[in-house]
């Protein structure tokens, strides 16, 4: 029976996915291993994962041992719950489903999956190719409203930053650069709740003993 099946809402996510597995298990970086099987994405993206997410797992029940599922809070249909609402509403129809309560997970990422890609600069700058006087935080904060003051660590609406920098690169979007990022970036300091949920999880099932 394989460990882990891994429900996404797109192929952003997917590929963030795989480059956090990757960082995982080298050495230099968390330092134990997802033993991910399958990640797989839904056709219907986060409105797709949020009211199918169950019906579609159901058949993994007899080939995956645990079962875990991301989407996005803004674009799931349902953008008036809070991300722990949304979450908890999912986590039921799973269980009623028949996965057991603590062999599944879900994560809802609000406002959504770019938001894990900025937990510092660098890694985005090399992979991007960023170029100029300044470096993309501060670019940033001369364009409202992704860093609207100095205190900010990360843009409002990450999405429009991330497109926005490409756009100043002159880089076309793609998937590949969510999982370049993620498999290089560190994540020790990232604050962000639904990624401290999901780690949580996989330290869980995964992770070395306590």
């Given at each position: ?88 509403g ?53 364009q ?10 990360k ?7 991330f ?27 990232c ?20």
């Amino acid at each position: 029976m394989r460990e882990l099946i891994i429900l996404v809402a797109d192929k952003d996510q997917k590929a963030l996915l795989t480059g956090l597995i990757e960082q995982a298990s080298r050495k230099e970086g968390w330092g134990w291993a997802i033993p991910a099987d399958d990640i797989i994405s839904h056709v219907n993206h986060d409105n797709g994962v949020r009211l199918e997410a169950a019906e579609f797992l159901r058949e993994y029940q007899r080939t995956h041992r645990r079962a875990l599922v991301l989407f996005d809070s803004e674009g799931c249909g349902a953008e008036d719950k809070t991300s722990d609402q949304l979450a908890a509403g999912v986590q039921r129809q799973l269980m009623v489903s028949g996965w057991p309560e603590d062999q599944c997970a879900v994560v809802v990422i609000s406002p959504e999956v770019e938001s894990w890609l900025w937990v510092g600069e660098t890694h985005i700058q090399e992979v991007i190719g960023w170029r100029g006087p300044h470096s993309v935080y501060e670019w940033l904060r001369l364009q409202t409203p992704f860093l609207p003051d100095s205190t900010s660590n990360k843009p409002a609406r990450p999405k429009e930053a991330f497109h926005a920098a490409l756009r100043h690169v002159r880089l076309p979007p793609s998937s590949s650069l969510f999982q370049k990022i993620a498999a290089r970036a560190s994540y020790k300091r990232c604050h962000d709740p639904a990624f401290i949920k999901l780690l949580a999880h996989l330290r869980q099932w995964f992770g070395p003993p306590q």
